[in-house]
């Protein structure tokens, strides 16, 4: 089993910056793949950014792609999310996820693990 649990949401102005951080605890390995997935009110999940537990592999939403950075330190066992240059849009509660396979997935239904999320509000 793995557990994940996020914190680092809040309120911020457009424009401003969050990071986030997902600490993982139980059976993770290197051939795990971690993601971020945000969900607006009345919204499906979507994906937002994948990275291997290795630290290699990070993918992007076109959304977010220059304005957000997804990192890893294997040594706390925490992935990180560096936001940036945030947008009302941006609006949404975030989660963190595993996924037991290294293979890149934007598909929510390919991750075995799910954090409780944690709100990101921008305000205009």
């Known amino acids: 089993q793995v557990q994940l649990v996020e914190s680092g949401g809040g309120l911020v102005q457009d424009g401003g910056s969050l990071r986030l951080s997902c600490v993982c605890s139980g059976r993770i390995s290197s051939n795990y793949r971690m993601g971020w997935f945000r969900q607006a009110p009345g919204k499906e999940r979507k994906f937002v950014v994948g990275?291997?537990?290795?630290?290699?592999?990070?993918t992007y939403a076109g959304s977010v792609q220059g304005r957000f950075t997804i990192s890893v330190d294997n040594a706390k066992n925490t992935v990180y999310l560096e936001m940036s240059r945030l947008k009302p849009d941006d609006t949404a509660v975030y989660y963190c996820?595993?996924?037991?396979?290294?293979?890149?997935?934007?598909?929510?239904?390919?991750?075995?693990?799910w954090g409780q999320g944690t709100q990101v509000t921008v305000s205009s």
């Open positions: 990275i291997n537990w290795s630290g290699g592999g990070a």
């Open positions: 996820a595993a996924r037991v396979d290294s293979t890149l997935s934007v598909d929510a239904r390919d991750y075995n693990y």
